[in-house]
């Protein structure tokens, strides 16, 4: 199944520049696990890069393009995810008596991997850096209101008061006071609240001291 393979011995110390084009059945493919895939309506992705040797090792940079869609993670439709990144990968090659290590150790931006034998195979390193470029909660867009909540399991409008009217809690009370009939002193209560508060604080602790007297 591997699609981007660079052969080593085509590439010396001069280096060699390479351009794969990523189509829509590679993308699939290889992205299906990631819940991402080519986007119908735009062209073959594109890996473009320079390799070559030092020694031992193959330095491999270059860009890697593609228009991918994915899900909305808000209104589970379709959003584009358009994909433009670096890639920079020195590998190693080791004996192929022993596997190659799977080492990603990230120094100075350059990502480290080994191979084997005589092919440097590019197709996991490229399905990394695209599924790595899936932000966290991807968005058709920005101002996506989610998806809408049906009318029959929505709360009436006036569960969410506006500022002024009763706090929800306090209706029973509310209903209570309605079904009182208005009395005479009612209309002076509403103007003003600082009679009402002076008079309940008078009154208690007097009674204790009258019954100690004895002669
Ligand atoms: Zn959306």
Redesign the pocket.
């Known amino acids: 199944m591997a699609k981007l393979v660079l052969h080593i011995q085509n590439i010396d110390e001069a280096g060699k520049d390479y351009a794969f084009e990523l189509s829509h059945a590679w993308l699939d493919a290889t992205l299906q696990d990631a819940g991402l895939r080519a986007d119908p309506a735009a062209g073959p992705g594109l890996l473009q890069l320079h390799a070559q040797q030092n020694g031992t090792e193959y330095l491999v940079n270059g860009t890697l393009q593609a228009q991918l869609v994915t899900e909305?993670g808000?209104?589970l439709?379709e959003?584009k995810l358009p994909v433009k990144t670096v890639v920079a990968t020195l590998f190693s090659r080791v004996s192929g008596k022993q596997l190659p290590a799977v080492q990603e150790l990230t120094e100075d931006d350059l990502q480290r991997e080994e191979f084997v034998g005589q092919e440097i195979v590019l197709d996991d390193l490229v399905r990394e850096h695209l599924v790595l470029e899936v932000p966290m909660q991807p968005?058709?867009?920005e101002a996506?209101p989610g998806i809408p909540v049906p009318e029959r399991v929505r709360p009436p409008q006036d569960v969410f008061a506006s500022a002024g009217s009763i706090d929800p809690r306090l209706a029973p009370l509310q209903r209570l006071r309605d079904k009182v009939p208005p009395q005479p002193e009612s209309h002076a209560d509403t103007g003003s609240k600082q009679v009402s508060k002076q008079a309940s604080k008078q009154a208690p602790k007097q009674a204790s001291k009258q019954a100690s007297k004895k002669e």
């Open positions: 909305c808000r209104c439709a959003a968005l058709c867009s996506c």
